[in-house]
């Protein structure tokens, strides 16, 4: 599976973007597709995940925040960023898990200036 992230780039304090990540493959039964977030000198952590039945998870940090959905019929998974603050400013990954088997996209650089 190839992931093809977009979308990151440099806004200010309380604006809102939206990743996309488009899979070279239908996601309608992948089991988890999610994005994950690395600042420098950090950890990559978990942003927000999607499960093929429909539930989702998100980081304590971005909950009311932050939305991920999917669109199966484009085999993208979107995140939408509202009120985005300094602490947002990180490489956002794309990963999907298939099976036993994840696979990350490139990065997409959000910066976020206060």
């Known amino acids: 599976v190839q992931l093809q992230a977009s979308g990151g780039g440099l806004v200010q304090a309380g604006e809102s973007l939206t990743l996309s990540c488009t899979a070279s493959?239908?996601?309608?039964?992948?089991?988890?597709m999610g994005w994950y977030r690395q600042a420098p000198g950090n950890q990559r952590e978990l942003v927000a995940l999607?499960?093929?039945?429909?539930?989702?998870n998100y980081a304590d940090s971005v909950k009311g925040r932050f939305t991920i959905s999917r669109d199966n019929a484009k085999n993208t998974v979107y995140l939408q960023m509202n009120s985005l603050k300094s602490e947002d400013t990180a490489v956002y990954y794309c990963?999907?898990?298939?099976?036993?088997?994840?696979?990350w996209g490139q990065g997409t650089q959000v910066t976020v200036s206060s």
């Open positions: 493959r239908s996601i309608a039964n992948i089991n988890y």
């Open positions: 990963y999907a898990l298939l099976a036993v088997l994840g696979y």
């Open positions: 999607s499960r093929s039945g429909g539930s989702t």
